[in-house]
């Protein structure tokens, strides 16, 4: 069963930075593309950033230059740098296989407010 604890969210102010951690069991994570999501109130489910099993990126245009995933297959880990944060990336961030299949984690919830 595919398990996912997102950590390292918080309030912050805008500019600020945060980095977020999801660690994965239940697959073979090495050979899996990982992905973020996030969720605003009211909003849907929004993809922001992906990584392939080989470490290649791609990025949503909102998020492009501030956010970076990066990921440690010896520690079955996905992270999510985030810089330059603004209001609008408050979120509750989640973090799936690409493409996601299976449950979600709880999020990790982040707040960008001065």
């Known amino acids: 069963q595919l398990q996912f604890v997102e950590s390292g969210g918080g309030l912050v102010q805008p500019g600020g930075s945060l980095r977020l951690s999801c660690a994965a069991s239940?697959?073979?994570?090495?050979?899996?593309?990982m992905s973020w999501y996030r969720q605003a109130p009211g909003n849907q489910r929004e993809l922001v950033a992906r990584i392939t099993r080989d470490g290649k990126t791609n990025y949503s245009d909102s998020v492009k230059g501030r956010l970076t995933i990066s990921r440690d297959n010896a520690k079955n880990t996905v992270y999510l740098q985030m810089n330059s944060l603004k209001p609008e990336d408050t979120a509750v961030y989640y973090c799936?296989?690409?493409?996601?299949?299976?449950?979600w984690g709880r999020g990790t919830q982040v707040t960008v407010s001065s």
């Open positions: 239940g697959f073979t994570f090495s050979s899996s593309a």
């Open positions: 799936h296989t690409w493409p996601p299949i299976g449950s």
